[in-house]
C-alpha cells in the first residue's frame, strides 16, 4: 500500500498563490490515480483535481478550473496542486489521496489518504 503526506499549506492573502506537495512512500505514486479534495469547516469533502496514470489526463471541479492545476513527479513520488489566484472561500484542509484504475470524483472511491494540510485565505 502506499502512505501519503501533504504539505506547503498555511495562511495566505486572497490573491496569492500555493503549492501543496502530496509525497508518497511505500509504493510509487506512478501506480495509482491521485486526486485532491478539500472539506471547509461544516462541509462535506469535495472533489479538487484529479490526474490519471497518464500525466496528461487531468480532471478539476468546475468552481477551480483555470486557477488549479494539477501534476505528477514519478520520479519524486509526488503529486503537486498549485493554486492560483487564492479566494476566502478556498479555505478548507486539502487531501491527497490515490486509487487503483481511473480518478473519480466521489471520495469513497479512494483507498489511500494523507493527514491534510491547511489552507487558509485572508481577504
Known amino acids: 500500500q502506499v502512505q501519503l503526506v501533504e504539505s506547503g499549506g498555511g495562511l495566505a492573502q486572497a490573491g496569492g498563490s500555493l503549492r501543496l506537495s502530496c509525497a508518497a512512500s511505500?509504493?510509487?505514486?506512478?501506480?495509482?490515480?491521485m486526486g485532491w479534495f478539500r472539506q471547509a469547516p461544516g462541509k462535506e469533502r469535495e472533489f479538487v483535481a484529479g490526474?490519471?496514470?497518464?500525466?496528461?489526463?487531468?480532471y478539476y471541479a468546475d468552481s477551480v478550473k483555470g486557477r488549479f492545476a494539477i501534476s505528477r513527479d514519478n520520479a519524486k513520488n509526488t503529486v503537486y496542486l498549485q493554486i492560483n489566484r487564492l479566494k476566502p472561500e478556498n479555505t478548507a484542509v486539502y487531501f491527497c489521496a490515490a486509487r487503483w484504475a481511473l480518478v473519480s470524483v466521489s471520495a469513497r472511491d479512494y483507498e489511500y489518504w494523507g493527514q491534510g494540510t491547511q489552507v487558509t485565505v485572508s481577504s
Open positions: 511505500g509504493r510509487t505514486v506512478g501506480s495509482y490515480a
Open positions: 490526474i490519471g496514470l497518464s500525466a496528461g489526463t487531468t
